[in-house]
């Protein structure tokens, strides 16, 4: 991997553990998530319970409010990523520097994604730790995890692309969970129209793709999905900045 993209990633990382802000997401998603792997979890205990098997209760449940919570979340994370460096005047610097716009939008794009594996494997380690006492089916966390991986990536690149187009972080946020809803909730738009309509509507649905993974499902049109999603934002936010070093 190219040195730049490396370094500008690990820059972004000191970015993000010198603020307080990435302290107290870490902790709150943390947070939240575990009490969506206990109830679940005391609730299958029970000796009355008639619930399906530990994964499918516990850790898919887990999985699958751990996305939403991420979903929320995420704009507070990706606002600061290239709004503040506008706000500060130091986008001129970059943009002036021999960098190239496709190492400056892949290096960020890394930084914030690496940010992600980190709450991810700290989700993770809770439904692990039911490992010393009982049997999961390892297939289906793998499976839920590389497609929560694979949500926050895509996740990560429309907040990226957003960040590039103001000064302000917080139209940057706003506008970013904006498109976050809409791409989650339009598959609603669908449920009165055509099957072909609902299907296409369905298709665009940022979560639809990623029910398939909680059940332990590798889909080929998910995973495409998601990789398309990822590069398209990714390529407009280096049109973005291009065009930006190029007309000022």
């Given at each position: 991997?190219?040195?730049n993209i490396i370094l500008i990633a690990?820059?972004?990382l000191r970015r993000f553990f010198k603020s307080p802000l990435?302290?107290?997401i870490l902790a709150v998603v943390q947070f939240l998530v575990a009490i969506f792997f206990y109830v679940p979890l005391v609730m299958y205990l029970q000796p009355a319970s008639t619930a399906a098997g530990?994964?499918?209760t516990v850790v898919s449940t887990m999985y699958g409010f751990a996305a939403y919570i991420i979903l929320i979340i995420s704009p507070l994370l990706t606002m600061r990523l290239i709004s503040e460096e506008r706000q500060l005047g130091t986008i001129k610097l970059l943009l002036s520097s021999p960098i190239s716009i496709t190492e400056?939008?892949?290096?960020?794009f890394l930084g914030i994604t690496i940010f992600y594996l980190l709450i991810l494997l700290m989700i993770t380690l809770m439904p692990l730790s039911l490992l010393f006492g009982t049997q999961l089916d390892l297939g289906q966390i793998a499976s839920s995890l590389v497609g929560l991986f694979l949500l926050t990536t895509s996740i990560a690149s429309i907040g990226l692309f957003?960040?590039?187009?103001?000064n302000s972080p917080t139209i940057s946020a706003v506008s970013t969970f904006g498109i976050l809803l809409l791409l989650l909730i339009i598959k609603v738009g669908g449920t009165n129209a055509s099957s072909m309509t609902a299907l296409i509507f369905s298709?665009?649905?940022i979560d639809s793709h990623y029910n398939n993974f909680l059940t332990g499902l590798f889909n080929s049109a998910d995973i495409f999905y998601y990789i398309i999603l990822t590069t398209f934002f990714i390529i407009?936010?280096?049109w973005r900045l291009d065009a930006e070093r190029t007309y000022g």
């Open positions: 991997m190219n040195n690990i820059n972004e990435a302290w107290i530990l994964t499918d400056i939008v892949l290096g960020k957003l960040s590039s187009l103001t298709y665009i649905s407009l936010c280096i």
